[in-house]
């Protein structure tokens, strides 16, 4: 049973760029979720999509967008790229409709913005 | 606000010697208490989802218990393998993370 994978694993971009993160979610699941991680802090939620619509979101600026595809899969694209937004940005894919919440983390992807 | 704390920050422990780690919450309409262990560099891996005040779940040497404002996570005789960063989520209408507890356990 596959679980979240995440691509690419490691990223150097310079500010001002864009770029663009990849998850295929666990085998079964339909949602997915996108968290930013700085270094030593807990993960910050970005926003969710469920039914290719972005069903929540939290308090990140526009620059950040996303795209769910029919497969579940789903893109994380930042643009006008800034020294801060350095971290390990995660994907969690969960199944909507369910008594439980559970998510469940990829691996990460880890950006670095020179 | 709905926030998650999270403490202490840091706990180094001797192999065998347990403890518990703390996560207090104020999040409106609370619908889970979830826990979750970090290796360096890598995405949580789940632990435990508690719904109710009185819950109580256990795994190996960990057990999470859940009243209506906080959670703890006991460590029963830790290991060196124990050691991680040890994260602490609660669901409203989306996760909110706390900081993390990175435990040592030294041999």
């Known amino acids: 049973d596959a679980g979240v994978t995440q691509s690419p694993t490691h990223l150097i971009k310079t500010r001002g760029q864009q770029v663009t993160l990849r998850c295929s979610p666990k085998s079964g699941h339909d949602t997915v979720s996108w968290y930013q991680q700085a270094l030593g802090q807990g993960p910050q939620f970005i926003f969710q999509y469920y039914e290719e619509e972005e069903r929540q979101r939290g308090n990140f600026p526009d620059r950040f967008s996303g795209h769910q595809f029919p497969n579940y899969s789903s893109e994380l694209n930042v643009n006008a790229l800034l020294l801060g937004d350095s971290a390990l940005y995660l994907c969690?894919?969960?199944?909507?409709?369910?008594?439980?919440?559970?998510?469940?983390f990829g691996p990460g992807t880890r950006l670095t913005v020179l | 606000e709905d926030q998650v704390t999270q403490s202490p920050e840091a706990l180094r422990l001797q192999e065998g010697e347990s403890s518990s780690l703390n996560c207090s919450y104020t999040v409106s309409g609370l619908r889970g208490l979830f826990w979750y262990r970090q290796d360096p560099g890598k995405g949580p891996e789940f632990l435990f989802t508690?719904?109710?005040a009185g819950e109580e779940k256990e795994k190996e040497r960990l057990k999470a218990t859940l009243t209506k404002k906080e959670s703890f996570l006991h460590i029963t005789a830790p290991k060196p393998e124990d050691s991680a960063t040890y994260l602490c989520?609660?669901?409203?209408?989306?996760?909110?993370f706390g900081t993390g507890t990175s435990l040592t356990v030294i041999p």
């Open positions: 969690a894919s969960s199944l909507a409709g369910t008594s439980t919440d559970t998510q469940y």
């Open positions: 989520a609660a669901t409203g209408n989306q996760f909110y």
């Open positions: 508690l719904y109710s």
